[in-house]
Every structure is written in C-alpha cells, then in structure tokens.
C-alpha cells in the first residue's frame, strides 16, 4: 500500500521560507513521477510542482522562480522549497505520487504566509 506522509508546513511571514518534505512507502519510489498539489480555502487544488522520475521539473506559472521542487531516492522523498512566500500562498499543500494510472494523496500539511 502506497503511503505518503507530508512535514514542514507552519505560518511564516511574507518573504520567509519553507521547506516541506513528503517521504513515501509501498512502492518503487524512483520509478514514478511525483507532485506538489495545493488547495486553499474556497479553491480547487491546483497542481504546484511535479518531478518524473527522471527528474525533469514543471511549475506553475505563479510559483515559478520561487519554488523547488526535488527528489531524493536514496531517501524515498520529495521535497518542495519555497522561497520568497507571499499571502497568496497560504492553502493546504498535498503530496502526490501518480502511479500506473490512479493518483496517491498525502493528508496535506498547512501552510500560512501572514504578517
């Protein structure tokens, strides 16, 4: 069974940094492209990051230049650097792992950018 356990959310000022993890179990971890999802109150989620398991990288437009995402598979986690935090950023950030054909969710870690 596919587990995927988030860390690293918390509240941070505008301007600050974060850097959440996602490490995952059940599976060939290198072998599957994984993803950053965020949900913000009243939003659908919306796809933040992903990396294929070749460690090609895509973003969205409104992280672009801020956010990092990567993967360590000695250590069967991804991990997703934001700098640069703006209140916009605030939501529910999500873990994915897309695995012959049906997506895996972690329970999310809240992130809040205020002043």
């Known amino acids: 069974q596919v587990q995927l356990v988030e860390s690293g959310g918390g509240l941070v000022q505008p301007g600050g940094s974060l850097r959440l993890s996602c490490a995952a179990s059940?599976?060939?971890?290198?072998?599957?492209?994984m993803g950053w999802y965020r949900q913000a109150p009243g939003k659908q989620r919306e796809l933040v990051a992903g990396?294929?398991?070749?460690?090609?990288?895509n973003y969205a437009d409104s992280v672009k230049g801020r956010f990092t995402i990567s993967r360590d598979n000695t250590k069967n986690t991804v991990y997703l650097q934001m700098n640069s935090l703006k209140p916009e950023d605030t939501a529910v950030y999500y873990c994915?792992?897309?695995?012959?054909?049906?997506?895996?969710w972690g329970n999310g870690t809240l992130v809040t950018v205020s002043s």
């Open positions: 990396i294929t398991n070749g460690g090609s990288t």
């Open positions: 059940g599976t060939i971890f290198n072998t599957y492209p």
């Open positions: 994915n792992a897309f695995i012959v054909g049906i997506h895996y």
